[in-house]
């Protein structure tokens, strides 16, 4: 057994953290959150989460960047809304959840093993690259990043999608492929990143 | 009518079922589709959690590309594809910075995005544009005595419901009924399915499709219809995997449009009911009109 504090000290706080979230488009009415706990009632995964979307959105708030980036919850959100449409301060959880993945993607802070973030990138690698999503393809790459092993459990539905007709291994692309990465750098620049 | 269709990369992959039997249908109802020309994916919701920016931009384009159409308003049959076109249309609309960032972006492959374009899904277009009277009137063989839950999910109605209620939609339902069906009331109708942790999560994603499974076939029903790619996915494809954690819960999943085809007659190679991992098998063809008691 792990023996570790559990309480949080104001030390833990990356101060600016809550302002520099509620700053970004879609996030900003985090500051008028009454912790009613709403959102983590009607949240069909809180019952996995490590911390409730409630509890993520007081850590955001006040500042415990670590302690958010760092959870299982944010991966956890399948960004079904539920909690969006029924929080009564308009607040909308499910973008500030979008937004902590994005930091802790870029980060790398995420929880080891987590198929998810890796599902992300391959994904935007393969939009980025095709302008389409090839499904077997994608989900294959993702296995095969993460769960090598697991992948022989799923020849099973591949199986079954070939037999429906619905399994296909081409990949999809766009004529005009060029357009796209020529439109994400213009983001790039725009927002004033110089990536590699 | 005629519409700008944007059938997303599920409709051509695992989700071709639905493209398959919706497009002959909505052409027996007389709705003309124009495919964008080169359209590129929407982004769904894993672009989201990499970039903002860019999936408002990844979006954008096929946004910039209806209005190339001239047809201002664009068919989205996918759930996320509805959900994200949709979304990017009110970042562009809401945040000024956010849409000179990705006016200039598209600017610089000569795209330009007004953001006029009004993104439909067909449930929309069917219940409030073709009206359920035309649809009735094309009904051949009506679905009589099928029980079916009418599944949602999540991202048609939340966050942006336009065209039905958020809490409890009801469009599928009369849809269904003026195809002769059952409709069995379930409260699960927008719950999630689980999304993709199905795939990345199933501990967690797997037990959401459980339940929906579970209790539609408690309240009787015979098949779930569904409106999107990734729920019928989900709901048809991880029996064995459901089986082996809780306990069998076998039960056919088809999109709504199937069962429309299904009413109106059409052909076996539109209503592609062989694509399911679960079989459907529509009941017998009823006795002709006239011959049933009440
Ligand atoms: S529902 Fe809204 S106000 Fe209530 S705890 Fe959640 S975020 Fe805060
Ligand atoms: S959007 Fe995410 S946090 Fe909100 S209810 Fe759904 S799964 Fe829970």
């Known amino acids: 057994m792990e023996?570790?504090?559990?309480?949080?000290?104001?030390?833990?706080?990356?101060?600016?953290?809550?302002?520099?979230?509620?700053?970004?488009p879609g996030c900003e009415a985090l500051e008028h959150c009454i912790q009613c706990g709403t959102c983590s009632g009607v949240c069909p995964l809180s019952i996995y989460m490590d911390y409730t979307p409630r509890q993520v959105m007081e850590l955001v708030r006040s500042d415990f960047k670590n302690e958010v980036l760092q959870s299982h919850t944010i991966w956890l959100c399948a960004s079904c809304y539920a909690c969006t449409v029924e929080c009564p301060r308009q607040i909308r959880i499910t973008d500030i959840m979008y937004e902590l993945k994005q930091r802790a993607i870029k980060e790398r802070v995420y929880p080891?093993?987590?198929?998810?973030?890796?599902?992300?990138?391959?994904?935007?690698?393969?939009?980025?690259?095709h302008g389409r999503i090839s499904e077997t393809r994608l989900v294959s790459r993702m296995y095969l990043r993460t769960r090598p092993l697991a992948a022989v459990g799923m020849a099973g539905l591949g199986l079954q999608l070939l037999k429906s007709g619905r399994f296909s291994w081409k990949q999809d692309r766009i004529k005009q492929r060029e357009q796209i990465a020529r439109i994400m750098e213009a983001v790039d620049r725009e927002n004033g990143k110089t990536e590699a | 009518m005629k519409y700008a269709y944007f059938p997303g990369c599920s409709l051509k992959g695992t989700g071709r079922a639905y493209e398959e039997s919706l497009v002959p249908v909505l052409r027996h109802l007389g709705v003309e589709l124009q495919e964008l020309e080169d359209w590129n994916c929407c982004g769904a919701t894993a672009y989201m959690a990499v970039d903002e920016g860019k999936a408002c931009a990844a979006a954008a384009r096929n946004l910039a590309l209806a209005e190339q159409t001239g047809l201002r308003q664009m068919l989205a049959p996918c759930s996320a594809c509805y959900l994200v076109l949709n979304k990017a249309q009110h970042y562009l609309n809401e945040y000024p910075a956010m849409r000179q960032v990705v006016g200039r972006a598209l600017q610089s492959v000569g795209l330009q995005c007004n953001g006029d374009t009004v993104v439909r899904h067909p449930l929309d277009v069917l219940v409030n544009d073709i009206g359920l009277e035309a649809i009735r009137q094309k009904v051949t063989h009506p679905l009589h005595g099928l029980k079916v839950a009418p599944y949602y999910g999540c991202q048609i109605v939340r966050p942006y419901a336009t065209f039905d209620d958020q809490a409890n939609p009801t469009s599928m339902d009369r849809l269904l009924e003026a195809l002769g069906a059952t409709v069995v009331r379930w409260p699960l109708k927008t719950k999630c399915c689980g999304g993709s942790l199905t795939g990345t999560l199933p501990e967690a994603g797997l037990r959401l499709s459980y339940i929906l499974l579970k209790e539609a076939r408690k309240r009787g029903a015979d098949v779930i219809a569904t409106v999107c790619p990734l729920c019928q996915f989900n709901l048809d494809s991880y029996h064995p995997q459901i089986a082996a954690r809780w306990e069998p819960v076998r039960l056919p999943t088809v999109y709504f449009s199937q069962l429309m085809g299904l009413?109106?007659?059409?052909?076996?190679e539109q209503t592609v009911l062989h694509r399911g991992m679960v079989r459907f098998h529509p009941p017998p063809v009823p006795a002709p009109a006239g011959a049933e008691k009440p």
Do not use: C, N, Q, W
């Open chain 1, 3 to 24: 023996i570790k504090r559990t309480i949080k000290y104001e030390a833990d706080r990356v101060p600016g953290f809550g302002r520099e979230i509620m700053s970004v």
């Open chain 1, 112 to 129: 080891r093993r987590f198929p998810i973030p890796v599902l992300a990138e391959e994904f935007t690698r393969m939009v980025h690259d």
């Open chain 2, 263 to 268: 009413a109106f007659g059409l052909p076996a």
